[in-house]
């Protein structure tokens, strides 16, 4: 079961290819006649250790695919596909006699421009410049029937939002797709978003429930929405115990009268380790100088 960043994404294309076509137009402006559907992503005419793509999306046609896309999922710059990328659009047409198009998906705006670099095929006017998203490049969705439409684009757009002026229609919408998916796709999606959204976002996603008096539809929802909670009292105890912690190692400098540096103030109230803070706790009664205390 696909969980990590990099598969997410692809997940997302493999159970609605229409994804590929909703960003290609509404990021790029690009019109791919056809039915999108996914097909194999594996090139076994050469080498299919070497030679396997992401996912592959097809645009069908009365007789034959009319367009095809390769989709990769990249979460930082890697040179060696400057030399699999351009295999994997001239196999594909070669497959299926028609044109192809490559969509680079990115987690940030930096891995997107590095991998965007244009790869000189070396043949004169042949370069290829590969179509790289990342989540700011999408717009942010803040209705939840255009949400629940196409969930996946909500999903991917919401963290580069979620701290935005749309902040609270961004959320309440993400939320509402969510609970609209059935199977395994709505806990991935959720846990995949709780990663990417911010501490702030978080709480805007709970808050907003709360206030919004939404009543989660989807046994996957009901029970992830009572696990954050939890997890985030636990979180709350353990913050806690870490504030008590470093006001007492602080106290015990001061008793002592030993000046305290702010540098040295700010590792000590910044520190969430209690095992650590509990150390500084003992070193505090024994050192002759502050700045010794973090040795």
């Known amino acids: 079961m ?8 692809l997940e997302m294309v493999r159970n609605r290819p229409e994804l590929v076509p909703t960003i290609l137009r509404t990021v790029f402006g690009l019109d791919i006649l056809g039915e999108p ?7 076994a005419d050469l080498n299919p250790a070497e030679l396997r793509c992401d996912a592959t999306v097809l645009f069908d046609a009365p007789e ?13 710059f890697d040179g060696g596909k400057h030399y699999s990328w351009p295999a994997y659009i001239a196999l594909l047409r070669l497959r299926h006699k028609c044109g192809a198009t490559l969509l680079v998906l990115c987690p940030d705006q930096k891995s997107a421009r590095r991998c965007a670099a244009p790869i000189d095929m070396g043949h004169p006017n042949w370069v290829l410049e590969p179509l790289t998203v990342h989540p700011g490049m999408l717009p942010p969705i803040t209705d939840p029937a255009e949400a629940a439409r196409i969930p996946e684009l909500a999903v991917l757009s919401a963290p580069a939002h979620a701290d935005g002026p749309h902040a609270s229609a961004v959320v309440s919408a993400v939320a509402a797709a969510i609970d609209t998916l059935t199977g395994d796709a709505g806990p991935l999606y959720h846990d995949y978003l709780r990663t990417l959204l911010s501490d702030a976002a978080r709480k805007l996603l709970e808050d907003t429930v709360k206030t919004a008096g939404y009543e989660w539809q989807s046994d996957f929802a009901k029970t992830h929405i009572a696990e954050g909670r939890t997890e985030g009292r636990a979180e709350g105890r353990v913050e806690g115990r870490t504030e ?11 008793a002592r009268g030993l000046a305290v540096p702010d540098h040295v103030r700010e590792r000590v109230t910044g ?9 500084w ?13 973090l040795d």
Do not use: M, W, Y
Request: overall charge negative.
């Open 2 to 9: 696909p969980t990590s960043a990099h598969e997410l994404p």
């Open 37 to 43: 559907s996914i097909t194999s992503e594996s090139f």
């Open 64 to 76: 034959r695919p009319a367009h095809g896309v390769i989709v990769e999922s990249q979460q930082r």
């Open 244 to 254: 008590e912690a470093a006001k007492s190692v602080l106290l015990v400098l001061k």
């Open 271 to 279: 520190c969430t380790d209690t095992d650590q803070l509990e150390r």
């Open 281 to 293: 706790i003992q070193r505090a009664a024994t050192i002759d100088h502050a700045e010794n205390l």
